[in-house]
């Protein structure tokens, strides 16, 4: 591996939403320093949002979280720097790295997409204007001349494991014995789901909504009366809302393989979602200038590849519906009627991506070959 070419690489991420890029830049660091046995130190502007993503074990324990404060002093350069989503590295350590008999490479890790034009900018090079550094642009992506996806090893042979025995062993730790229709619910503010909730808890299938905590509490709490402790499960009629604490990702993973079908936002939850193998929606963050919706697009452009026309226009209709701030019963109704089909699918899907490239691998012999 061309990852033995670097001891030290140093990410740097500022949060953005609360959860997204501090998740994708800690499974990031954990998987750079697994490949590349390099010493891996994470600064981040939020520590505090990793300490209920990282679990103590193993896969943490080649990674320094260290805190990216306004009076940020750089400490032994890194061979290998990489800027997540164009966080702006700070003055101090752009001067630091152009002061190195022999500078760092350097990586500006971008969001993920499905949009054409990301493969032509895909390890494209920038000089800086005015310090002998070059940044060069990474992108991960779901299709050839992309940096992949970020996939830990065994994680496919893991969720293959998980099952109907540890499906129903998942949900005893919260008290849950009840089979039922299990639904993720991770996404942002959703106030339109009410009269999807109204519909659950009148309808005739049983149906468990889990939700972490997080932005689309505010949205539930209408509905259940204020928002449950963590921990803590309530009845509307066929509905069951059990609230869940913000959990480590191994334990988020576990929840998207114990459930039916998932909803997901942003880029860390969108992935895992693929790896989980089942039917999902994707709540894409909300750009100003409405370029999340071109990203959107070119999903549903991608990911309906393989679908028949009409599977393909129930799911397509509910991801437009959800993202658009309409989604109601009916699209429910017709996206359930096929997860059969959708589930296939996304087996297919992500099995085809684990052919593919895996972004950690990729962007260590990326940043070789320019070193």
Same mark, same amino acid.
């Given at each position: 591996?061309?990852? #033995?070419?670097?001891?030290?690489?140093?990410?740097?991420? #500022?949060?953005?939403?609360?959860?997204?890029?501090?998740?994708? %830049?800690?499974?990031?660091?954990?998987?750079?320093?697994?490949?590349?046995?390099?010493?891996? =130190?994470?600064?981040?502007?939020?520590?505090?949002?990793?300490?209920?993503?990282?679990?103590? =074990? @193993?896969?943490?324990?080649?990674?320094?979280?260290?805190?990216?404060?306004?009076?940020?002093?750089?400490?032994?350069?890194?061979?290998?720097?990489?800027?997540?989503?164009?966080?702006?590295?700070?003055?101090?350590?752009?001067?630091?790295?152009?002061?190195?008999?022999?500078?760092?490479?350097?990586?500006?890790?971008?969001?993920?997409?499905?949009?054409?034009?990301? @493969?032509?900018?895909?390890?494209?090079?920038?000089?800086?204007?005015?310090?002998?550094?070059?940044?060069?642009?990474?992108?991960?992506?779901?299709?050839?001349?992309?940096?992949?996806?970020?996939?830990?090893?065994?994680?496919?042979?893991?969720?293959?494991?998980?099952?109907?025995?540890?499906?129903?062993?998942?949900?005893?730790?919260?008290?849950?014995?009840? @089979? %039922?229709?299990?639904?993720?619910?991770?996404?942002?503010? +959703?106030?339109?789901?009410?009269?999807?909730?109204?519909?659950?808890?009148?309808?005739?299938?049983?149906?468990?909504?889990?939700?972490?905590?997080?932005?689309?509490?505010?949205?539930?709490?209408?509905?259940?009366?204020?928002? &449950?402790?963590?921990?803590?499960?309530?009845?509307?009629?066929?509905?069951?809302?059990?609230?869940?604490?913000?959990?480590?990702?191994?334990?988020?993973?576990?929840?998207?393989?114990?459930?039916?079908?998932?909803?997901?936002?942003?880029?860390?939850?969108?992935?895992?979602?693929?790896?989980?193998?089942?039917?999902?929606?994707?709540?894409?963050?909300?750009?100003?200038?409405?370029?999340?919706? @071109?990203? &959107? +697009?070119?999903?549903?452009?991608?990911?309906?590849?393989?679908?028949? $026309?009409?599977?393909?226009?129930?799911?397509?209709?509910?991801?437009?519906?959800?993202?658009?701030? +309409?989604?109601?019963?009916?699209?429910?109704?017709?996206?359930?009627?096929?997860?059969?089909?959708?589930?296939?699918?996304?087996?297919?899907? $992500?099995?085809?991506?684990?052919?593919?490239?895996?972004?950690?691998?990729?962007?260590?012999?990326?940043?070789?070959?320019?070193?």
């Amino acid at each position: 591996m061309n990852g #033995k070419l670097f001891n030290h690489i140093e990410i740097f991420c #500022k949060v953005v939403d609360n959860f997204g890029d501090a998740g994708v %830049c800690l499974r990031l660091a954990r998987e750079l320093h697994r490949r590349s046995q390099a010493a891996v =130190t994470l600064w981040i502007d939020q520590p505090q949002t990793l300490a209920a993503m990282m679990d103590g =074990t @193993a896969a943490d324990a080649g990674v320094q979280v260290r805190p990216w404060t306004a009076t940020f002093v750089p400490e032994t350069v890194g061979d290998l720097v990489i800027e997540a989503f164009a966080c702006g590295l700070p003055g101090a350590q752009l001067q630091a790295m152009a002061a190195r008999g022999r500078a760092p490479v350097w990586v500006n890790l971008e969001y993920l997409s499905c949009e054409d034009w990301v @493969a032509g900018c895909h390890g494209r090079a920038s000089p800086h204007p005015s310090l002998p550094l070059t940044c060069h642009f990474f992108f991960p992506g779901f299709t050839e001349n992309t940096g992949g996806l970020l996939r830990e090893a065994g994680l496919l042979e893991a969720q293959a494991a998980f099952t109907q025995d540890a499906r129903a062993r998942y949900w005893q730790q919260w008290g849950e014995e009840e @089979a %039922c229709v299990s639904v993720s619910l991770f996404s942002y503010e +959703a106030p339109f789901l009410q009269d999807c909730l109204r519909a659950w808890a009148g309808g005739e299938e049983r149906l468990r909504l889990a939700v972490p905590q997080g932005r689309v509490w505010a949205s539930l709490a209408r509905f259940c009366g204020g928002v &449950l402790p963590a921990g803590t499960a309530r009845d509307f009629g066929a509905l069951r809302v059990l609230s869940l604490p913000f959990v480590t990702q191994a334990e988020y993973d576990r929840l998207l393989w114990a459930c039916d079908t998932n909803i997901v936002r942003g880029e860390d939850s969108w992935v895992r979602a693929h790896w989980a193998q089942r039917p999902f929606l994707w709540h894409a963050y909300v750009q100003e200038d409405q370029a999340h919706l @071109a990203k &959107l +697009a070119a999903f549903h452009d991608w990911y309906g590849k393989g679908l028949t $026309a009409k599977v393909r226009a129930a799911w397509q209709a509910a991801s437009s519906a959800w993202n658009a701030g +309409a989604f109601s019963f009916a699209h429910w109704q017709a996206w359930r009627a096929h997860w059969p089909q959708l589930r296939e699918h996304a087996q297919q899907r $992500a099995r085809a991506l684990a052919a593919g490239a895996e972004l950690a691998s990729c962007l260590l012999d990326f940043a070789a070959g320019v070193a």
